[in-house]
């Protein structure tokens, strides 16, 4: 398993993964991400304190959860991106979707709007 | 003027990646503690970069099944610019027709691209980006970032 994953009362599911996110992990995290949504796990905050450096692989297995979170409902937001990831994202503009929350908490806040089951 | 230089040469896809960081890594803290370097966004950007077409090179030039997967790299620092020369010996590089366009405002989210960043990120991220292929058989690829 590349992901750890602890769920809340809340019903939200924190993710956490070590090293780096990028070509050679990419797969199995989308795959870790689609089989966590699927069983029910919709409303997801991926951290990324240990996270090292992510790469445009590692982008898409992200956007892959996001899309299957949203589909089912929910959704999948970041939290603690270092540095590199917040470049990343700024040059691909993609940080218009995956915004980087700064803490755990910020990113739980914002669910409040989503309604649980 | 050469400041400081670095090599690498790899055999698989997996050794490739995590040597590459490595060494880039090592380049940088040698480079910081002698000289003088911009924002460590600036370092960000070249290593994105260098990560992109490592990982293209790695990926796409090879047969999917092939397991021996050769990359050579060597980094340069000058005091103007940082520069990054990868070469792979596997099939020319062919540019595919669509690069995932930026996402604006009113974007949706189910139809947004989850691959092709790749060299649209080193593009973005680096000064130059050329690709040539050699003659006698292998890609190369020259990175350059002004500071």
């Known amino acids: ?30 795959q870790e991400l689609a089989e966590l949504i699927a069983s029910g796990h919709r409303r997801l905050i991926f951290d990324l304190d240990r996270v090292s450096f992510v790469d445009s692989s ?3 297995a992200l956007i892959s959860g996001l899309k299957a979170a949203r589909q089912a409902g929910g959704d999948l937001r970041i939290a603690r991106a270092n540095n590199q990831v917040r470049t990343l994202l700024n040059l691909t503009m ?15 806040a914002g669910y409040s709007q989503i309604a649980a089951d | 003027m050469l400041l400081i230089e670095a090599y690498v040469a790899t055999q698989t896809q997996n050794e490739g990646l995590d040597a590459i ?4 890594e090592r380049f940088w803290s040698n480079a910081a503690s002698m000289y003088q370097l911009p924002s460590e ?25 092939a397991i021996e997967r050769p990359l050579w790299v060597r980094l340069r620092l ?14 020319p590089y062919e ?10 405002d009113n974007v949706n989210i189910a139809t947004l691209p989850e691959s092709g960043y790749g060299l649209f990120i080193a593009r973005s991220a680096l000064d130059s980006l050329r690709y040539r292929r050699i003659r006698s058989g292998y890609n190369c690829w020259k990175l350059v970032k002004k500071k």
């Open chain 1, 94 to 108: 993609l940080e218009r979707v995956l915004r980087p929350y700064e803490t755990i908490e910020e990113a739980r």
């Open chain 2, 21 to 24: 960081h490595d060494m880039i």
């Open chain 2, 95 to 104: 540019p595919s027709s669509s690069t995932p366009d930026a996402p604006d």
């Open chain 2, 78 to 91: 000058f005091p103007d610019r940082v520069e990054a020369l990868l070469i792979d010996w596997g099939s």
């Open chain 2, 41 to 65: 966004t600036w370092r960000h950007l070249f290593t994105t970069a260098l990560a992109e077409v490592a990982a293209n090179g790695l990926r796409h030039a090879y047969p999917p099944d």
């Open chain 1, 58 to 60: 590692g982008l898409g």
């Open chain 1, 1 to 30: 398993m590349a992901l750890q994953s602890e769920t809340g009362d809340d019903g939200i599911t924190v993710v956490r993964m070590d090293g780096r996110l990028d070509l050679l992990t990419a797969t199995e995290v989308k």
